[in-house]
């Protein structure tokens, strides 16, 4: 993570922002999911996907990345390149869980919350990921916001 960059605007520039259910993998390194929000449009995604079923190609699971697997939420960063849309290929997803019965997005870094490129406006929603102690967890609907306003 940069210190002169706006978190996160790197994957949106580059990528569409969606939050997804994985459904299955329909062959290798290829899955397909329920759109179940747009947070931006701008590379590939368009409104009339949403609550719809989307394939597409996630990240390989080189250096620690994780792909996604079938029964997953996550925070996904999507763009369209040829016509197929492709997961960003590195980090390219959050994951998404319950924490004490609100939705948080898991993002690999710790003490997030410490961190100076993490807007003020997120610190107080963001924590240590219970399950993952080298990631934060950052409540999702002050991040989509976040990502809606600032990002998109």
Request: hydrophobic share 40%.
């Amino acid at each position: 993570m940069s210190n002169n960059e706006k978190f996160l605007a790197a994957k949106a520039a580059a990528n569409d922002a969606v939050l997804l259910h994985v459904l299955k993998e329909t062959k290798p390194q290829h899955l397909c999911a329920k759109i179940l929000a747009i947070y931006t449009s701008r590379k590939g995604i368009t409104q009339k996907m949403l609550g719809r079923e989307i394939e597409f190609v996630h990240a390989s699971s080189a250096w620690g990345n994780k792909p996604l697997r079938p029964g997953e939420t996550a925070l996904v960063f999507l763009s369209e390149i040829s016509g197929r849309l492709y997961e960003d290929s590195w980090n390219g997803h959050l994951l998404v869980e319950d924490i004490e019965g609100e939705q948080y997005a898991s993002y690999r870094f710790p003490q997030l919350w410490l961190s100076e490129n993490l807007p003020v406006s997120l610190r107080a929603y963001t924590r240590e990921d219970p399950q993952r102690p080298q990631c934060s967890a950052i409540r999702l609907p002050e991040l989509a916001e976040y990502i809606k306003k600032e990002l998109g």
